[in-house]
């Protein structure tokens, strides 16, 4: 079994799931310019760390929220998440899904 995971880089889009286990996953996304997730809520407490470039988020109805690099966002079940990237270095996100207890 290998125990290492890598990150691989990308020019397009990109979310590959690199951990799938019951309540806990794993995804690593790359979003380019004006690119992102469809507006939904969360199925799951999100932990998402941007690894490079700048997150656009909106949470409900906050105002948008942008994340640098070396940041990371908690973002509670059910929270109705705009993930996006609107600007125009590549942002790169490793997120973690807790889901909660059944």
Do not use: C, W
Request: proline share 8%; no cysteine; hydrophobic share 45%.
């Amino acid at each position: 079994m290998n125990n290492v995971i890598p990150l691989t880089s990308s020019t397009t889009k990109k979310v590959e799931r690199l951990v799938e286990d019951p309540q806990f996953h794993l995804v690593h996304m790359i979003f380019n310019t004006d690119e992102g997730l469809p507006i939904h809520p969360a199925h799951a407490n999100l932990y998402m760390t941007v690894l490079s470039g700048s997150l656009s988020i909106q949470l409900n109805d906050e105002p948008l929220l942008i994340v640098k690099a070396k940041s990371v966002v908690k973002i509670p079940f059910g929270t109705v998440m705009n993930v996006r990237n609107l600007h125009p270095e590549q942002l790169e996100l490793l997120v973690i899904k807790d889901f909660p207890a059944a």
